[in-house]
């Protein structure tokens, strides 16, 4: 089955840096748009980005636009989500997320998820 394991998460200072990465397994990875989003307490869910299966195309919501990066290495199974100029706002659980269709983009619509990343941006 369909699993998705997230790393790299933690505590950083704003202004600072973090990378994740999101480990697939159960799927042909290479195939598949992934995404990213992310869930603070007491808010909606939020779409941070996604990335074509081929990682040659990648789209970003417009509160991360410019400061965090997508990629992938289909070798490795492994989506990475660079994170700069960190702020406050940006600290959540972050999900790297499956699309359900094989070739098709989905946003926010995913069809399976990890099990989340802490992501803290604090003094």
């Known amino acids: 089955q369909v699993q998705l394991v997230e790393s790299g998460g933690g505590l950083v200072q704003p202004g600072g840096s973090l990378r994740l990465s999101c480990t697939a397994s159960?799927?042909?990875?290479?195939?598949?748009?992934m995404t990213w989003v992310r869930q603070t307490p007491g808010k909606e869910l939020e779409w941070v980005g996604g990335i074509n299966p081929t990682g040659d195309r990648t789209r970003y919501g417009d509160s991360v636009k410019g400061r965090f990066t997508l990629s992938r290495d289909n070798a490795e199974n492994t989506l990475y989500l660079q994170m700069n100029s960190l702020k406050p706002e940006d600290t959540a659980v972050y999900f790297c997320?499956?699309?359900?269709?094989?070739?098709?983009?989905?946003?926010?619509?995913?069809?399976?998820r990890g099990q989340g990343t802490q992501v803290t941006v604090s003094s």
């Open positions: 159960g799927f042909t990875f290479s195939t598949y748009s």
């Open positions: 997320a499956k699309c359900p269709i094989r070739w098709v983009s989905c946003e926010s619509k995913y069809s399976s």
